[in-house]
C-alpha cells in the first residue's frame, strides 16, 4: 500500500510539472471513457435488453435495394406498399413509416419535434398498447377523417407535466390542430426510426403525404411487419422476391431492377 501512495505522489507531482501533457491525457482519457460508455449503451440497448414488445424476433424491417446500381435498404412508395401489404402471405400485418419533424405550438414555447407518421396497423404490429388512451384506429388512416395524435411519453412529461388531461385536448402542428388521443411509452420504438419520436401521426396527416402519395417510383416510407407464425425471414424474402419480380413486370418504369 505504501509503495502505491509513492507512486501515486511521484506521478501527481509529475502531472504538476508537465500540465500540457496533463491536459492531453485527462482529455484523451475523458475520450475514451466516452467513447466506451457510448458503445455500451448502443450495445446494452440493441443487443442485451429484451426489446419492449410480445415475440419481437418475429418482428423485421422491409426495404428495397437496386443491385445495378449497389443502392441498398432504401425506402417504399405508398403504392408499392400497398400491393405488398395486399399479396404477402408471410406477415400477419405490415405498417408504413415515415419521419416528419413538426413545430408543435400550445402550451408553451414553439417546438421542433420529431414525429412519426404511420398507418394505423402500427401498434398491432408490435402487439403494443400507449401507456394512456387508445391506439390508432382504422378509420384514422381515411383522408379527411379528424386529426388525431398520439404523444411520446418524454414530451408528455417535459411539456405537459404528465397531466392525464391532455388527453382529448387539441395541440398545433405544423399550425393545424390534432386531438390527442394516447401516451406511448418511449421504449416503443420501431426498427427504422433510430431518434426517439416525440409523438405520432396517422400518416393519412402527414403534411407532405398527400403530394408524395402518387409516386409509385418513390422511396419514402418504412415498413415493418410481423412475421406470421411459422414463417421464416428466409421463406418471406423468397415470396418478396416473387412479389418484386411481378411489381418490376406490371410496373417497369418504375420498378424495373429493384
Known amino acids: 500500500m505504501s509503495a502505491f501512495l509513492q507512486d501515486l505522489r511521484f506521478a501527481a507531482r509529475a502531472l504538476r510539472k508537465s500540465p500540457g501533457f496533463t491536459a492531453v491525457a485527462l482529455a484523451t482519457l475523458t475520450l475514451g471513457i466516452g467513447a466506451n460508455t457510448a458503445i455500451f449503451s448502443v450495445v446494452d440497448a ?4 429484451p426489446l419492449p414488445y410480445p415475440e419481437p424476433s418475429r418482428i423485421v424491417a422491409l426495404f428495397q435495394n437496386l443491385p445495378s446500381q449497389n443502392v441498398a435498404q432504401t425506402g417504399v412508395s405508398w403504392l408499392n ?6 399479396r404477402s402471405r408471410s406477415f400477419d ?14 402550451r408553451g414555447d414553439p417546438a421542433l419535434v420529431i414525429g ?3 398507418t394505423s396497423n402500427v401498434f398491432s404490429v408490435f402487439r403494443a398498447k400507449p401507456l394512456l388512451g387508445r391506439a390508432f384506429e382504422a378509420g384514422d388512416d381515411a383522408p379527411g377523417s379528424p386529426s388525431v395524435v398520439l404523444l411520446g411519453e ?10 392525464r388531461g391532455v388527453l382529448g385536448t387539441s395541440v398545433m402542428l405544423d399550425d393545424a390542430p ?10 416503443l420504438r420501431p426498427p427504422p426510426a433510430n431518434p426517439r419520436p416525440d409523438l405520432w401521426v396517422a400518416l393519412t396527416h402527414d403534411p407532405v403525404f398527400p403530394d408524395l402519395r402518387p409516386r409509385r417510383g418513390g422511396h419514402y416510407l418504412r415498413l415493418v411487419g410481423r ?7 428466409a421463406s418471406a424474402e423468397s415470396e418478396l422476391a416473387v412479389l418484386a419480380a411481378a411489381l418490376a413486370k406490371e410496373y417497369p418504369k418504375e420498378n424495373a431492377g429493384w
Do not use: K, N, P
Not at 46 to 49: A, G, H, S, T
Not at 81 to 86: G, M, P, S
Not at 93 to 106: E, V, W
Open 178 to 187: 390534432f386531438t390527442v388521443v394516447g401516451i406511448v411509452a418511449d421504449a
Open 81 to 86: 406498399y400497398e400491393q405488398v401489404a395486399a
Open 154 to 163: 418524454r414530451l408528455w412529461r417535459e411539456r405537459y407535466g404528465g397531466d
Open 93 to 106: 400485418s405490415i405498417a408504413a413509416i415515415r419521419m416528419h419533424d413538426f413545430t408543435l405550438t400550445g
Open 116 to 118: 412519426l407518421t404511420v
Open 46 to 49: 440493441v443487443l442485451l435488453r
Open 227 to 233: 412475421l406470421r407464425s411459422g414463417a421464416t425471414v
